[in-house]
């Protein structure tokens, strides 16, 4: 349900057509809630049959032209429902880990690569992370609309670092295990 909710913040942030609000969730509101592009297009169609959201009427009408979507108070009142809604913590699923137990039992043959690739790809993230902090959140920058996005993108920091450290931690682990032979299962 979460996606109708994702795409109705992004347009109350700024109305938009459906190319720009992909391009919108590729840099930023896909870190937290990715979408593919058909998805959001087939959202936005819903939406718009649900009457959360309206294609702005065109500036001259034109075969093939890009519609931009606003949200009607529909929307805006659905979404502040679900912003006031209760919801519980979703349980963590992460194939690297369930690989991990698994490698106790078959052994770490190619684990220690992926590892470290990840730790790679953790570590590229938070420079990204790190480097908007510093372009889009400047001291001073204290608003309500920014404290909360900011708030975001801490989340995303911290989980970063989490990753990092737990990668460098795992990744001295499986280095100091003996010839990655299967253990027996905990």
């Given at each position: 349900?979460?996606?109708?909710?994702?795409?109705?913040?992004?347009?109350?942030?700024k109305?938009?057509?459906?190319?720009?609000?992909?391009?919108?969730?590729?840099?930023?509101?896909?870190?937290?809630?990715?979408a593919?592009?058909?998805?959001?297009?087939?959202?936005?169609?819903?939406?718009e049959?649900?009457?959360?959201?309206?294609?702005?009427?065109?500036?001259?009408?034109?075969?093939?032209?890009?519609?931009?979507?606003?949200?009607?108070?529909?929307?805006?009142?659905?979404?502040?429902?679900?912003?006031?809604?209760?919801?519980?913590?979703?349980?963590?699923?992460?194939a690297?880990?369930?690989?991990?137990?698994a490698?106790?039992?078959?052994?770490?043959?190619?684990?220690?690569?992926?590892?470290?690739?990840?730790?790679?790809?953790?570590?590229?993230?938070?420079?990204?992370?790190?480097?908007i902090?510093?372009?889009?959140?400047?001291?001073?920058?204290?608003?309500?609309?920014?404290?909360?996005?900011?708030?975001?993108?801490?989340?995303?920091?911290?989980?970063?670092?989490?990753?990092?450290q737990?990668?460098?931690?795992?990744?001295?682990?499986?280095?100091?295990?003996?010839?990655?032979?299967?253990?027996?299962?905990?």
């Open positions: 349900m979460s996606l109708p909710h994702a795409i109705l913040t992004a347009l109350l942030e109305p938009s057509s459906g190319l720009e609000l992909t391009r919108r969730f590729d840099r930023s509101i896909g870190y937290f809630w990715s593919t592009h058909q998805q959001i297009y087939r959202e936005l169609g819903k939406l049959t649900d009457g959360l959201i309206r294609a702005l009427p065109a500036e001259q009408p034109s075969r093939g032209q890009k519609k931009s979507y606003e949200v009607l108070p529909a929307g805006r009142a659905e979404l502040a429902r679900w912003t006031a809604a209760s919801q519980d913590p979703k349980p963590h699923r992460d690297l880990l369930l690989r991990l137990r490698a106790a039992v078959v052994g770490t043959a190619g684990l220690e690569a992926d590892l470290r690739r990840h730790l790679e790809l953790h570590q590229r993230q938070l420079a990204e992370y790190r480097e902090e510093k372009r889009d959140f400047p001291p001073g920058r204290d608003g309500t609309e920014d404290r909360l996005r900011h708030l975001v993108l801490q989340a995303g920091i911290d989980l970063e670092t989490f990753w990092t737990w990668l460098g931690r795992a990744l001295a682990d499986v280095a100091a295990l003996p010839g990655g032979e299967p253990t027996r299962p905990a």
